[in-house]
């Protein structure tokens, strides 16, 4: 099973901007997708951001021209810079490795970063 380590979660005023980071134990190039997922305190684990093994990306509506998402095959990682923060986007963050080309069912995750943006 792959190990996510994720980094960069803090506290910030609204408008502001933090960089998450994901550290995987082995070649991100492994899998179909990597992505980045939330989870506020009441609701439901939801996507933020995807990357694919091709480099195509996925955001959320909520997130949409606020965050990006990159990824780096050499240093298997994957980032998340998170600008015009909202206190709407405060919640745990989790680093996500999804699916294989022999596993498809394949799903790992982080322990998860907490994030709080104040108004």
């Known amino acids: 099973q792959v190990q996510l380590v994720e980094s960069g979660g803090g506290s910030v005023q609204a408008g502001g901007s933090l960089r998450l980071s994901c550290a995987a134990s082995e070649s991100i190039f492994n899998f179909n997708a990597m992505g980045w997922y939330r989870q506020a305190p009441g609701k439901e684990r939801e996507m933020v951001a995807l990357?694919?093994?091709?480099?195509?990306?996925n955001y959320a509506d909520s997130v949409k021209g606020r965050f990006t998402i990159s990824r780096n095959n050499a240093e298997n990682t994957v980032t998340l810079q998170m600008n015009s923060l909202k206190p709407e986007d405060t919640a745990v963050y989790y680093c996500?490795?999804?699916?294989?080309?022999?596993?498809?069912?394949?799903?790992?995750w982080g322990q998860g970063t907490q994030v709080t943006v104040s108004s």
């Open positions: 996500n490795a999804n699916g294989t080309p022999y596993n498809f069912r394949y799903n790992a």
């Open positions: 990357t694919t093994r091709g480099g195509g990306t």
